[in-house]
């Protein structure tokens, strides 16, 4: 639909309301942590894909979703125009921010997988079998996604963009944290087994 051609005010809202779950569904499939995080389990079986076709993908998906958003026309009323506004300025500021190409520098001291994955536990949900089988789908798929920043990482040095050394000196603790011999010591492992210990008493008692 043309920007300026006649429509009504609900055909603009029901366009833009579509067009605003659209984008949504995207995100949440796109980064399942922050789906489960949210309190959205369709996708607790999956972790992110951190490649760089999958950045690419997303770009476009971006660039793919703006030219939805200025197809339609301005709505008229205030909220409804502050929703326009704000959407198309999230996701210039994507595109923006994908000239840089952060893929390249997919671990920082606030955020990677070094963080991500050791605080899945918090908030991943355990209370039935299904769930801890997405658990261990999440972590059969952890070497993947490992690979990836390796790739990336790897790239970033080539193309001589990559985290200033008192930043990349933060992360090597972090990792080290998670590198043990035995796994029994990892929060990681202890979260899970008392989980399952109290769903095995659970299973019991029913």
């Known amino acids: 639909m043309l920007r300026g ?4 005010s609900r055909d603009v809202a029901t366009q833009l309301n579509q067009l605003y779950d659209d984008y949504w569904e995207f995100i949440l499939k796109e980064y399942p ?9 369709r996708h607790d079986g999956s972790l992110e894909d951190a490649s760089e ?13 703006l030219d939805r958003l200025r197809s339609i026309k301005k709505p008229s009323s205030k ?23 952060p893929y390249l520098t997919p671990m920082t001291q606030q955020s990677g997988l070094q963080i991500d994955i050791p605080e899945l536990v ?27 920043v390796i790739q990336s990482m790897r790239a970033g040095v080539r193309a001589r ?21 035995d796994a029994k010591k990892l929060e990681l492992y202890k979260a899970i087994f008392t989980q399952g210990t109290t769903l095995r008493k659970q299973s019991a008692r029913g």
């Not at 076709?53 to 979703?65: C, E, I």
């Not at 908030?123 to 993947?144: I, K, M, T, V, W």
């Not at 000196?169 to 590198?179: F, G, R, S």
């Open 161 to 181: 963009i990559v985290l200033a050394k008192v930043t990349a000196q933060k992360i090597i603790p972090q990792l080290e944290a998670n590198a043990v011999h």
């Open 53 to 65: 076709d999958a950045f690419h993908r997303r770009v476009g998906q971006s660039k793919k979703y």
């Open 5 to 8: 051609k006649s429509v009504s």
């Open 33 to 41: 942590l922050s789906a489960t995080y949210l309190g959205d389990h």
């Open 122 to 148: 918090t908030y991943h949900p355990f209370g039935s079998l299904s769930d801890f089988e997405n658990f261990s789908s999440r972590l059969r798929a952890f070497p993947q996604l490992v690979d990836q």
């Open 79 to 101: 909220p409804e125009l502050l929703n326009y506004e704000l959407f198309e300025r999230e996701l210039e500021d994507n595109l923006e921010a994908a000239k840089f190409r």
